[in-house]
């Protein structure tokens, strides 16, 4: 399925649930959505309609995500316990590199292994109407006619790396819906790419042969995000000099340290080597395990050459994450990222009405620039209602966790 408007269904259908009012989510340990009873029937019944693996709900759902409609934040909520199945892999790399011919063959392998597949394609956003414009749907077409291929592109949204955290939030429909692989391919942004990080259990990097670019690229910081390379195009020329290249950055990545003349003492032996290495994570049994050194890919996406060896380095990679507990520690960065990201994004907005309850930020800009006053004490006006608020709600806690106290020590002398 590719299709948004097809897979969503007519208009009167989608107002339906994009009336539904919003409210908090709640699990009732059923099998059910779990949504509050203030999000609506029509939240409710779409969630159930997705946990029941109905395409056209799952759609629905991505297309209330991204346009941030009224409750959608309940439908997420409730989606959350229902997630925690799926690969996720994330796939980037410069424009032009073969990224969405590479993720089709990737969806087509896993298809004959039986696994159902979901795609989001993080393109560009249009500048005039905020929706995606390269539509690499087009270049997937190795799953057309294949309902276990859910494949749906997605605007940036001037998100720097690509990723907006509406995407986040569709990887969240694709898991709970019970997609066994999910595939992020998003927009090549260089350094800021570190936002994949945050969503992908597996980073994938694609570099074409004898782009002086791509290894610039590379050198600037996104050879750090990446857990295995692939250079696509093989049958280029330049190939072998850029995998070459792409082993050396690694190498010197995990030892850098290693090799090199300090002058007057001499090349670096190999224990001050293993003090500046790289350090793996710890394993079941609390040892430190082995680092993960990122293997480098040959393949012709094309030709579908080179897909296996592929297949077999990000399980291998995926087999690590497990081995060693590193997959619970991405979880919990990728939450801990998300939860303050969601703090701040909610923060501005209460702060925003304060200002405009003020007069707006052109008043209080004009009375900086008479020198009325300055920036660092309107920021501190402004900030004094939430800090109050944040620091009475902190003194009532902290009152009642001392009520609960008594109250335990008490039953415990009537005991």
Known sequence: MTDRDDAAGDGAADGTVDGAAGGDAATDGSGTSGVAAGSG?????????????KHRALARVISKIEDRSPGYRDIVSSLHRHTGDAS???VTGSPGAGKSTLVDKLAKRYRDRGETVGV????????YSGGAVLGDRIRMASNVGDMDVFVRSMSARGTLGGLSTAT????????????DRIIIETVGAGQNEV??????DTVCVLVQP???DDVQMLKAGILEIGDVFVVNKADMEGAERTVAELEEMIHMRQNPAKNLDTGHHGPVDDAEMDAVAIDGADDEDGEAAEPWTPPVVETVATGGEGVDDLLDALADHREWLVETDALADKERTRYAAEIR???RSD????????LDARGGVDELAERVRSRDTDPYSVAADVLEPLRDCVRDRRADRAGNDADDDGDSRVDSDDA
Do not use: C, M, W, Y
Request: aromatic share 2%; proline share 4%.
């Open 347 to 354: 923060t501005a907005d209460l702060l925003e009405d304060e």
């Open 168 to 179: 986040a939030d569709a990887v969240k429909a694709l898991d709970a819906f019970g997609k």
């Open 341 to 343: 990201q969601l703090l």
């Open 195 to 200: 936002d994949i990080v945050r969503t992908a």
């Open 88 to 90: 996720v892999l994330g």
């Open 41 to 53: 029937d029509a939240n409710a019944a779409l969630v159930d309609d997705l946990l029941a693996g």
């Open 210 to 212: 004898g782009s002086g």
């Open 120 to 127: 989001i394609a993080v393109d560009p956003s249009s500048p």
